[in-house]
């Protein structure tokens, strides 16, 4: 039971969550189950509770702590860095909640909708018929009008909870609807209008969070993903606009964009990679003539002190110009901190099929990857980092017939890449190799497949010993009935390669070594003598 004291303050929390927590999001609705599902499962320990917080171990997949924040639950954490709150949070409040026995009383108060309060007319803001003239979607297009659209849009929107984070997210779903009920009619100029709306929206986030001075922690934990959101806009909508013949009216609109876009890079550097990336797309796929692009490397190669962002857009710049050296020798001077973004570098030279260049770009890739891992030293992210690196080497190592080039990025991004190089070893059928991996990885003879044994022993049963002999040796030192047994079985396996390779008194002379080193492990050697490794020696 719950101690008197705290009761009060459980019941504030229990408030403020069911504030927080909106009953009609599917999204949400999906949480508050998983989180009670961890609950009702006991996969909640180590529960601490104080007049401050409450915190807590959460068995998940992979194990979480979780810090609960009673007095103002916008201030919790939790180690899986989820957006807003996670499961692992749910699952605690409802650990203590139910120390109370009021689980299922929160969950059916939080379900019922909430009472809606009676319209008050006189507070609509009601728009006369001039106001509504000023609507983009009623009126020709406008390059400067659309701006002071998003803007004013925004900052009325935005300016009650810029100082609120909480809220930032629900009020840019808002906008978002706002700015797309304006878009015009005319599908060309509709993807045109919401592309520029979302690159205008994404500046205007970055200078909102610069000039609140919002902590790296407050955005990712509330408003993180919209910045995402708004970089997979700026994606769709050039897809969409790519299936348009561009009228020599866009062109404008265009150039104005180009220098909009460009403002991006220098805003806000804690949203460094989404910032690149929106500018490396536009410029990618909608700012495609030469004479831009010398125009904007030339300004960009003069700034007398260029920041990492600027850096970065030049090496892309030059990618696009083909001006391959200059770009090489830039990014061997970025060395380790450039590496996140030279995949999206290695993807458009394999669309391309431009496999010289390619090249070019994967051998610095290639020669840093190692370092950045060990950097980074988070271990799914540099998982997943080392899967995109092994995609992007694939299609250049096969058209090229440079498979050592391959197998030098996987040797590279070990441990990320043993499953990859695994296969990629016994397909080759360097089982050499693949043995010395398998060492490497410190993973015995009990992980291979009978298969995989098989296939070893026809062709060179030598490449087992390794394996039975450190095996061997690791069940031994377990000192348990069950694993001197497996240790047996696998020394009378031992003892048939051996005898194969007529190597008999070399399995002797290891079991005399082995028995004389166990001399105090009486219940290995009575195993020995269950399995007829030894007589005499009784």
């Given at each position: 039971?719950?101690?008197?004291?705290y009761?009060?303050?459980l019941?504030?929390?229990?408030?403020?969550f069911?504030?927080a927590?909106?009953?009609s999001d599917?999204l949400t609705?999906?949480?508050?189950?998983k989180?009670?599902?961890?609950?009702?499962?006991?996969?909640v320990?180590?529960?601490k509770?104080d007049?401050?917080?409450?915190t807590g171990i959460?068995?998940?997949?992979?194990?979480?702590?979780a810090?609960l924040?009673?007095h103002?639950?916008s201030?919790?954490?939790?180690?899986?860095f989820?957006?807003?709150y996670c499961?692992?949070?749910?699952a605690?409040?409802?650990?203590v909640l139910?120390?109370a026995?009021k689980v299922?009383t929160w969950l059916?108060?939080?379900?019922q909708?909430?009472?809606?309060a009676?319209?008050?007319?006189s507070?609509?803001?009601?728009?006369?018929?001039?106001?509504?003239l000023?609507?983009?979607?009623?009126?020709?297009?406008d390059?400067?009008?659309w701006?002071?659209?998003?803007?004013?849009?925004?900052q009325?929107?935005?300016?009650?909870n810029s100082?609120?984070?909480?809220?930032?997210?629900e009020?840019?779903?808002?906008?978002m609807?706002?700015?797309?009920?304006?878009?015009?009619?005319q599908?060309e100029?509709?993807y045109?209008?919401?592309?520029?709306?979302?690159?205008?929206?994404f500046?205007?986030?970055?200078s909102?969070?610069k000039?609140?001075?919002?902590?790296?922690?407050v955005?990712?934990?509330?408003y993180?993903?919209?910045?995402?959101d708004?970089?997979q806009?700026?994606?769709e909508?050039?897809n969409r606009?790519?299936?348009?013949t561009?009228p020599?009216s866009?062109?404008?609109f265009?150039?104005?964009l180009?220098?909009?876009?460009?403002?991006i890079?220098y805003?806000?550097?804690?949203?460094s990679?989404e910032?690149?990336?929106i500018?490396?797309?536009?410029?990618t796929?909608?700012?495609?003539k030469?004479?831009?692009?010398?125009?904007?490397?030339r300004?960009?190669?003069g700034?007398?002190?260029?920041?990492?962002t600027e850096?970065v857009?030049?090496?892309h710049?030059q990618?696009?110009?083909?001006?391959?050296?200059?770009?090489g020798h830039?990014?061997q001077?970025?060395?380790?901190?450039i590496?996140?973004?030279?995949l999206?570098?290695?993807?458009?030279l394999?669309?391309?099929r431009?496999w010289?260049?390619?090249?070019?770009?994967?051998?610095?890739?290639i020669?840093h990857i190692?370092?950045?891992?060990?950097?980074?030293?988070?271990?799914?992210?540099?998982?997943e980092?080392?899967?995109?690196s092994?995609?992007a080497?694939t299609?250049?190592?096969h058209?090229k017939?440079?498979?050592?080039i391959l197998?030098?990025l996987f040797?590279q991004?070990?441990?990320?890449?043993?499953r990859?190089?695994?296969d990629?070893?016994y397909?080759?059928?360097?089982f050499?190799k693949?043995?010395?991996?398998y060492?490497?990885?410190g993973l015995g003879i009990?992980?291979?497949?009978k298969e995989?044994?098989?296939?070893?022993?026809?062709?060179d049963?030598?490449?087992?010993?390794?394996l039975y002999h450190r095996s061997?040796?690791e069940h031994?030192e377990?000192?348990?009935?069950?694993h001197?047994?497996?240790?047996?079985r696998?020394m009378?396996?031992?003892?048939?390669?051996?005898?194969?390779?007529?190597?008999q008194q070399?399995?002797?002379?290891f079991l005399?070594m082995t028995?004389?080193?166990?001399?105090?492990?009486?219940a290995?050697?009575?195993?020995?003598?269950?399995?007829k490794?030894?007589?005499a020696?009784?």
């Amino acid at each position: 039971m719950l101690h008197e004291q705290y009761l009060e303050h459980l019941s504030h929390c229990a408030k403020n969550f069911q504030e927080a927590l909106d009953s009609s999001d599917p999204l949400t609705q999906k949480i508050v189950e998983k989180g009670l599902l961890l609950y009702r499962q006991n996969y909640v320990s180590q529960v601490k509770l104080d007049d401050e917080t409450v915190t807590g171990i959460i068995q998940d997949v992979n194990p979480a702590k979780a810090m609960l924040n009673i007095h103002d639950i916008s201030m919790s954490t939790c180690t899986c860095f989820a957006e807003g709150y996670c499961r692992h949070q749910l699952a605690l409040f409802f650990s203590v909640l139910g120390q109370a026995g009021k689980v299922s009383t929160w969950l059916s108060d939080w379900r019922q909708p909430p009472k809606k309060a009676p319209v008050d007319l006189s507070s609509l803001p009601l728009m006369r018929a001039s106001d509504l003239l000023k609507n983009p979607a009623n009126k020709e297009p406008d390059y400067q009008e659309w701006v002071e659209f998003f803007t004013d849009t925004f900052q009325t929107l935005m300016e009650e909870n810029s100082n609120r984070p909480a809220g930032i997210s629900e009020t840019y779903y808002i906008y978002m609807r706002k700015l797309k009920n304006a878009a015009p009619q005319q599908n060309e100029w509709k993807y045109l209008y919401l592309l520029v709306g979302h690159v205008i929206t994404f500046k205007l986030f970055l200078s909102m969070s610069k000039d609140k001075n919002h902590a790296d922690g407050v955005i990712n934990r509330y408003y993180r993903h919209i910045f995402q959101d708004l970089l997979q806009g700026v994606q769709e909508y050039l897809n969409r606009l790519a299936n348009f013949t561009f009228p020599f009216s866009f062109d404008l609109f265009l150039e104005k964009l180009k220098d909009d876009s460009t403002e991006i890079l220098y805003i806000h550097e804690t949203i460094s990679f989404e910032s690149i990336q929106i500018y490396r797309v536009l410029w990618t796929n909608l700012f495609t003539k030469k004479q831009w692009r010398l125009d904007e490397l030339r300004k960009l190669e003069g700034i007398m002190s260029p920041i990492f962002t600027e850096k970065v857009a030049a090496v892309h710049l030059q990618v696009l110009l083909r001006e391959d050296a200059k770009a090489g020798h830039s990014i061997q001077e970025l060395q380790v901190e450039i590496m996140p973004y030279m995949l999206y570098w290695l993807d458009i030279l394999n669309s391309k099929r431009e496999w010289n260049r390619l090249e070019l770009y994967l051998t610095p890739f290639i020669q840093h990857i190692k370092s950045y891992l060990q950097q980074e030293n988070e271990f799914e992210f540099c998982h997943e980092f080392t899967s995109m690196s092994i995609r992007a080497a694939t299609p250049f190592c096969h058209a090229k017939n440079r498979l050592d080039i391959l197998e030098r990025l996987f040797m590279q991004a070990l441990p990320y890449s043993y499953r990859k190089y695994e296969d990629f070893l016994y397909e080759q059928k360097q089982f050499d190799k693949w043995i010395d991996l398998y060492t490497y990885m410190g993973l015995g003879i009990d992980m291979l497949s009978k298969e995989q044994i098989k296939t070893l022993q026809e062709h060179d049963q030598q490449l087992l010993l390794s394996l039975y002999h450190r095996s061997i040796q690791e069940h031994i030192e377990q000192k348990s009935r069950d694993h001197y047994r497996i240790a047996v079985r696998q020394m009378k396996k031992l003892r048939t390669i051996y005898k194969k390779l007529k190597k008999q008194q070399q399995f002797e002379l290891f079991l005399t070594m082995t028995l004389e080193r166990t001399k105090r492990l009486r219940a290995f050697h009575e195993e020995c003598r269950k399995g007829k490794l030894i007589h005499a020696e009784e």
